[in-house]
């Protein structure tokens, strides 16, 4: 029996996994496989679980629904590239959360639309930001909706989502749908070829199903796009000095799981407790070795970021 790479279509054999990971909370078991043809790798059951996002199972969830301002370094690179150049464009953010991301397009002068299927952080969208066209809907749901509303889009935002969808031709195929002529796809995925990767997944389930489905490498992330007849360009995702430290305090707090390790990412960044700031002033001197290390091209980005228009 064989298994079929979702990006693709390569037939790979049943038997021939490269690692098994247990998600005790539904005590399911999955299936990392690795497709030799474009170099996906990839788990099954292909299953998406909606309630592990609203339960806020993941701390970052929770945050979402607080409403707050969570801008990471892919949405920074966007909207630095944008200034100016936004007015009269009609953007769709998919995996809004929040809303936070689309809040700052706004300013910019995007004409600004999302999508979750996170009931609770759409409810933060419209409740915290005031934002309008906010949808608390699938892709597909909301590809109908546009079809009878007529909607089509300049840009198509998609950050850290790919990775979790169970059919991630079907989801390339759809966006298309929504693009205008001349329309551009952005967005970010992590890069499974990462410095320190298997380090970073220890003791977190975030990287794994049903969070995560597929890990990409910049060859199999060109490689999607190319197969659904895109051109596209995969760059190094650029990582801020705050959102290093913020990485480390991630790792720490969860080992720990003691509160002062618990950093926002918010723009009130530094406004944390005394005993916080005495943290990162600790931490500070290691976080810059690491960080000069990390941003010297030694060694692989932790994220990739790609720009694709249709061919």
């Known amino acids: 029996m064989s298994i079929i790479c979702p990006s693709c279509g390569n037939e790979i054999r049943e038997d021939h996994f490269k690692r098994k990971y247990l998600y005790k909370t539904l005590n399911k078991e999955y299936k990392l496989y690795h497709c030799d043809k474009c170099d996906l790798e990839f788990w099954t059951p292909l299953e998406f679980v909606k309630e592990i996002y609203e339960n806020e199972e993941e701390w970052y969830c929770e945050g979402f629904h ?67 066209n906010v949808y608390n809907m699938s892709l597909d749901e909301f590809v109908e ?20 969808q169970t059919d991630p031709k079907g989801f390339i195929q759809k966006v298309k749908e929504l693009l205008n002529p001349g329309g551009k796809v952005v967005g970010s995925v992590p890069n499974r070829d990462r410095l320190f990767v298997e380090f970073s997944r220890s003791g977190r389930t975030y990287d794994f199903p049903p969070h995560h489905f597929m890990w990409f490498s910049k060859k199999a992330l060109e490689n999607i796009f190319l197969i659904n007849s895109f051109k596209v360009k995969v760059s190094k995702m650029k990582i801020s000095f705050k959102r290093f430290i913020k990485f480390i305090f991630d790792l720490l707090y969860d080992r720990t799981k003691l509160g002062i390790f618990k950093l926002s990412v918010s723009e009130r960044f530094f406004s944390n407790s005394i005993i916080q700031n005495v943290l990162i002033l600790v931490f500070s001197p290691i976080a810059l070795i690491s960080f000069g290390i990390h941003t010297s091209g030694l060694f692989e980005p932790y994220g990739l970021y790609f720009e694709a228009s249709s061919e």
Do not use: P, R, W
Request: charged fraction near 30%.
């Open 145 to 164: 909706y546009a079809k009878k509303e007529g909607l089509k889009f300049d840009v198509i935002t998609f950050f850290q989502v790919l990775e979790h």
């Open 66 to 132: 607080q409403g707050v301002i969570e801008l990471t370094d892919d949405h920074l690179m966007f909207l630095s590239s944008y200034e100016g150049k936004a007015d009269g464009l009609k953007l769709l953010d998919i995996g809004c959360g929040n809303g936070s991301f689309i809040y700052k397009a706004k300013e910019l002068g995007f004409d600004v639309y999302g999508i979750d299927v996170d009931s609770k952080s759409i409810q933060a969208a419209s409740e915290k930001f005031g934002l309008k």
